[in-house]
């Protein structure tokens, strides 16, 4: 554990899988472990980062493009990136963030069929080699996710779209995880908030060698 070098976490999946559900316990257990830690989101995670969020989810007659959202997305993640995520690793603090790149291939590639190659290029010119350590995919079907989030409230400008887009990015994220095996762990979150949890928890202490639970 005193080897491990910090460690930069990120959650995905789509609408109502339970990331921050997750989140939560997840910092529940570095705290039994007195792993220091921040906790971030995107889009979003500084004060600039968070304006280019509230462009993004907000409802408006004069909607983004889909090339318009993709650049948007990267725009914010250069500033978190910059200001945030790398000072905190570079000073020995772990990252847990609440969706990262992943969620651009999902939702600007899967759900809005951009292409893939100017993600690729708009990642490598952002982040240059930076990738997270471990991505934990939440997987739940569509409807399931859906009705999660609605019963929340309001539904953002994403949240708005169809079945059919979502259907799309779940898909994308299932092949994210079967292709990079070593970064990513897909969990099933269809089941209640303890089991998922329960999961969530083994996986991690045997991954890391922790040895305290969270209370
Ligand atoms: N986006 C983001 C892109 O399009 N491209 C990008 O590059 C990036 C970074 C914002 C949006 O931006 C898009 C994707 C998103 O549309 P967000 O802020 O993460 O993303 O917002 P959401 O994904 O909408 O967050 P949600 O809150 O909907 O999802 P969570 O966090 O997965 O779900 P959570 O934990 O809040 O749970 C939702 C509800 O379900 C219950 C919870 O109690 C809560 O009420 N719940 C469960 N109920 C039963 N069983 C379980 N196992 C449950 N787990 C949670």
């Known amino acids: 554990m005193s080897s491990l070098k910090a460690q930069f976490i990120t959650l995905e999946g789509i609408e109502g899988a339970g990331k921050s559900t997750q989140k939560e316990a997840l910092c529940r257990l570095l705290d039994a472990n007195r792993v220091p830690y921040i906790e971030t989101r995107e889009p979003g995670g500084t004060p600039y980062a968070e304006s280019i969020r509230e462009l993004l ?11 318009t959202e993709l650049l948007l997305m990267f725009a914010a993640r250069a500033q978190h990136l910059k200001t945030k995520i790398l000072p905190a690793l570079e000073a020995g603090t772990w990252v847990i963030c609440d969706r990262f790149t992943d969620a651009t291939y999902a939702y600007q590639g899967g759900g809005r069929e951009l292409p893939l190659d100017w993600i690729e290029t708009l990642e490598t010119l952002v982040q240059g080699a930076k990738r997270p350590d471990l991505t934990l995919i939440f997987d739940v079907p569509v409807a399931l996710g859906l009705g999660r989030a609605g019963r929340r409230g309001a539904l953002d400008r994403i949240e708005s779209e169809d079945l059919a887009f979502f259907e799309r990015v779940r898909a994308m994220y299932q092949q994210i995880a079967s292709r990079e095996a070593d970064r990513v762990v897909m969990l099933d979150a269809s089941s209640d908030v303890e089991s998922v949890t329960e999961s969530m928890i083994s996986l991690l202490m045997t991954r890391w060698n922790l040895s305290c639970r969270p209370g």
């Open 57 to 67: 989810l907000s409802h408006s007659d004069d909607a983004p493009s889909a090339k």
